[in-house]
């Protein structure tokens, strides 16, 4: 039986972005590094927070951020409780 190999994070990432080029047609992306952030950071976000039981402590640890940090990106993305 064989399987097929999973895309590691970057090769979703790089077949996603090559999709939205492609469904630009041909017009200039504006703000791609903050968009990719964003989109990237919130379920980043929502995972820690639910490994961590929702301990920003522990969470800020994983993440390497600084616990202030940490809470006003969650704050950001309408996460905080």
């Avoid at 990237?40 to 969470?59: F, G, T």
Wanted: glycine share 4%.
């Amino acid at each position: 039986m064989s399987t097929t190999p999973q895309p590691n994070l970057q090769d979703s990432v790089r077949e996603n972005m090559r999709v939205y080029f492609d469904d630009l047609g041909g017009s200039e992306p504006t703000n791609l590094h903050d968009m990719l952030v964003k989109a990237v950071e919130k379920p980043l976000l929502e995972m820690v927070m639910d490994r961590a039981q929702h301990n920003q402590s522990r969470a800020a640890q994983w993440l390497g951020l600084n616990r202030n940090t940490l809470r006003k990106k969650l704050l950001e993305h309408g996460l905080a409780e």
